[in-house]
């Protein structure tokens, strides 16, 4: 429902008076969206993943931390598979053209790629008419 003209300047004062007591505040809030909170979310849990599979390597030191590795690998990939979920196709393909070697880039061509697969894969469930 749109706002009548007295909220709209209700708003506009408020929008007016928040910029010139906190404009560090206006302008993070500005430049963060979606994409950029959930990937950052999504680089972490990636370096969680690696540290992971550093303590999985060192089944020689004890076994005791290969298996922390292990569970931590597993909850980062989960981590990252919900946060790949929580992104529209529009975002994913964005990251997609972010560059080859960026870690949001490479998950986003993996997600879409499963995706398709899941697509395909998937049976139909639409009703005959």
């Known amino acids: 429902m749109p706002l009548n003209e007295h909220e709209q300047r209700i708003l506009e004062e408020i929008e007016r008076?928040?910029?010139e007591d906190?404009?560090?505040l206006v302008e993070q809030v500005t430049r963060t969206n979606l994409y950029t909170?959930?990937?950052r979310r999504i680089r972490l849990a990636a370096g969680a993943f690696v540290l992971g599979l550093v303590l999985l390597?060192?089944?020689g030191a004890s076994v005791w931390i290969a298996a922390g590795g292990f569970v931590l690998m597993?909850?980062?990939a989960t981590l990252v598979y919900h946060y790949v979920g929580q992104l529209g196709?529009?975002?994913l393909r964005t990251m997609q053209r972010q560059g080859?070697?960026?870690i949001p880039g490479?998950?986003?061509r993996i997600a879409v790629r499963i995706a398709a697969r899941l697509r395909r894969s998937a049976p139909d469930t639409r009703p005959d008419d």
């Open 17 to 19: 008076r928040l910029s």
């Open 22 to 24: 906190d404009p560090r």
């Open 37 to 39: 909170h959930v990937a």
């Open 57 to 59: 390597l060192l089944v």
């Open 74 to 76: 597993i909850l980062s």
């Open 89 to 91: 196709r529009d975002q």
């Open 100 to 102: 080859d070697a960026s």
């Open 106 to 108: 490479v998950l986003g």
